[in-house]
């Protein structure tokens, strides 16, 4: 009676396994059998890891996953470098609509995306000179979002503001000259219609004067300033 027979050697699966645990590989994997390594969170296993007489064959990698950078990003687009499958270590760069800056990146670590990319809106020149007024909290850093308020000169009234969108300047700020009140009482005669109260920067008026009075010179304005040079003699 023959019994003698030769078995394949076992083999030791017991290495470690880079960013991963070794599961059912032990240090006596049986010729002919594999087992497989489990991987860290953020690692996908390769390969395996079997034996054949007592040779060892490890093809088993616990390889980092790639992230899904392609997220959107706001006042811009992901940009043709950040993909759905960023590499491991990698960085990319979004890209910013107009008027828009981008800081930050987003970069790629064992599938795990860090995100810092932000598009900020551009900051405008808004100290450009006032006619009639001066520029007050208005400069040449307006922030994107913000506005600011020139004043006016004696006699000028402020319309409208300065504000800033995205690197385009919106201004409408304008110092208008004051109206006179030219309404007031003449001596034998009246104002007549002409000479209202809000008599206008530059216009000139006439009052009336009664009968057996002449008159004489006008009233005028000028940035709110009434000049009364009226007389019924």
């Known amino acids: ?94 890209t910013c609509n107009t008027g828009y800056t981008l800081s930050g990146a987003r970069s790629c670590s064992s599938g795990t995306l860090t995100d810092t990319a932000v598009c900020s809106g551009d900051s405008c020149d808004a100290s450009g000179a006032v006619g009639n007024g001066a520029l007050n909290d208005c400069s040449s850093t307006l922030a ?18 300065r504000s800033c969108t995205a690197g385009t300047l919106t201004d409408t700020a304008a110092c208008n000259p004051d109206p006179c009140d030219a309404s007031g009482a003449i001596s034998n005669g009246a104002s007549g219609p002409s000479c209202t109260a809000t008599l206008a920067d530059g216009a000139t008026c006439t009052p009336t004067c009664n009968t057996g009075y002449t008159l004489s010179g006008a009233r005028s304005c000028s940035s709110g300033t009434l000049t009364d040079t009226a007389v019924c003699s």
């Open 1 to 94: 009676t023959d019994t003698a027979v030769c078995s394949g050697d076992s083999c030791d699966a017991s290495g470690a396994v880079g960013n991963g645990a070794l599961n059912d590989c032990s240090s006596t994997l049986a010729h002919g059998a594999a087992c497989t390594p489990t991987c860290n969170t953020g690692y996908t296993l390769s390969g395996t890891r079997s034996c054949t007489a007592g040779t060892l064959t490890d093809t088993a990698a616990c390889n980092p996953d790639p992230c899904d950078a392609s997220g959107a990003i706001s006042n811009g687009a992901s940009g043709p470098s950040c993909t759905a499958t960023l590499a491991d270590g990698a960085t990319c760069t979004p």
């Open 144 to 161: 994107h979002g913000a506005a600011c308020t020139p004043t006016c000169n004696t006699g000028y009234t402020l319309s409208g503001t």
